[in-house]
């Protein structure tokens, strides 16, 4: 019966899709209800990481960008090649200097393009984009979270006539601010899951319902909530895929560190 009530949870989702202008992700998404990387979910053993408190020592990225800093907390147990291959691109200095290349209708933005389009540039690293997306019961896309963009889909002919493939993800991500949470859609959303605190993570802290289970979660914003809402509410140029920023709006560096409670 608890899966019966999640697989409700997300038709409400879908639903759900029409608030938002999604181009960014839809070709992304497609097909993926059969695809080899999709999870059981079972409400009864979920694990809302997200919402726990830090352990001190926890690997966190420090991001600067032209309008603020914001740091995040690094889910290397759940998603553990996505951060693995984040970190190191990080590390090596890949994202230094590199665009916010989307900002949707304050509901998130995107980022650490080489080029402003969102585009890859000529020469790069097809290994980099080409880690298999790695979904987790316990990550879902709240305010805050950071999620790496899907980049390919790797299908047998069966399965793009039935749906299904395995889908890759790689070095530019998703920064999630949140949609507009109505009176109604919040009922909906607590009508929906049996899980009672996966909706009302979605209604109290906000965030992107639709997009759960698409994307790799990789890590939650914990300080710079106010940079995330900048940068997804920025004035752009719709280029048909992307909504680019009219102005440039760049990640200075991205830093690896652990976290530190204060004392």
Same mark, same amino acid.
């Given at each position: 019966?608890?899966?019966?009530g999640?697989?409700k949870?997300?038709? &409400?989702?879908?639903?759900i ?9 839809y070709i ?6 059969? %695809?080899?990387?999709?999870i ?11 919402l ?11 991001v600067?960008?032209?309008l ?5 907390v690094?889910y ?6 996505a ?12 994202y ?9 209708s304050?509901?998130?933005s ?5 080029l ?9 690293? &097809?290994?980099r984009e080409? #880690?298999e ?7 879902w896309?709240f305010?805050?979270?950071i999620c790496?963009? %899907? ?5 047998t ?5 039935f ?7 790689g070095?530019r991500?998703a920064?999630i601010n949140t ?5 109604e859609?919040?009922k909906?959303?607590m009508? *929906? ?17 639709n997009f ?10 914990y300080?710079?909530?106010? #940079? #995330?809402e *900048?940068?997804?509410?920025l004035?752009?140029d719709?280029?048909g ?10 990640i200075n560096s &991205?830093?690896i ?7």
């Amino acid at each position: 019966m608890k899966n019966k009530g999640l697989t409700k949870f997300f038709i &409400v989702l879908a639903i759900i899709m029409g608030i938002l202008t999604v181009a960014l992700l839809y070709i992304q998404i497609q097909q993926n209800n059969n %695809n080899n990387s999709y999870i059981s979910l079972n409400a009864d053993i979920m694990n809302l990481v997200q919402l726990e408190d830090i352990k001190e020592g926890a690997p966190i990225a420090i991001v600067d960008t032209t309008l603020g800093e914001f740091r995040f907390v690094l889910y290397s147990e759940h998603s553990p090649n996505a951060v693995k291959n984040f970190t190191e691109l990080a590390e090596g200095g890949y994202y230094d200097g590199t665009y916010v290349f989307n900002s949707d209708s304050g509901a998130y933005s995107a980022a650490g393009s080489k080029l402003k389009n969102g585009e890859m540039p000529e020469g790069y690293d &097809v290994n980099r984009e080409l #880690v298999e997306r790695e979904l987790h019961q316990d990550l879902w896309p709240f305010k805050g979270a950071i999620c790496m963009l %899907n980049t390919t889909i790797d299908r047998t002919f069966k399965e793009k006539i039935f749906g299904g493939g395995t889908y890759y993800n790689g070095s530019r991500f998703a920064i999630i601010n949140t949609i507009e949470f109505t009176d109604e859609l919040k009922k909906e959303l607590m009508e *929906a899951s049996d899980n009672e605190a996966l909706g009302k993570a979605f209604t109290e802290k906000g965030g992107i319902p639709n997009f759960s289970q698409q994307l790799t979660v990789i890590g939650q914003t914990y300080e710079g909530l106010d #940079v #995330v809402e *900048a940068l997804a509410s920025l004035e752009t140029d719709d280029s048909g895929i992307y909504k680019i920023p009219k102005e440039d709006i760049m990640i200075n560096s &991205v830093k690896i560190d652990v976290y530190k409670s204060e004392k």
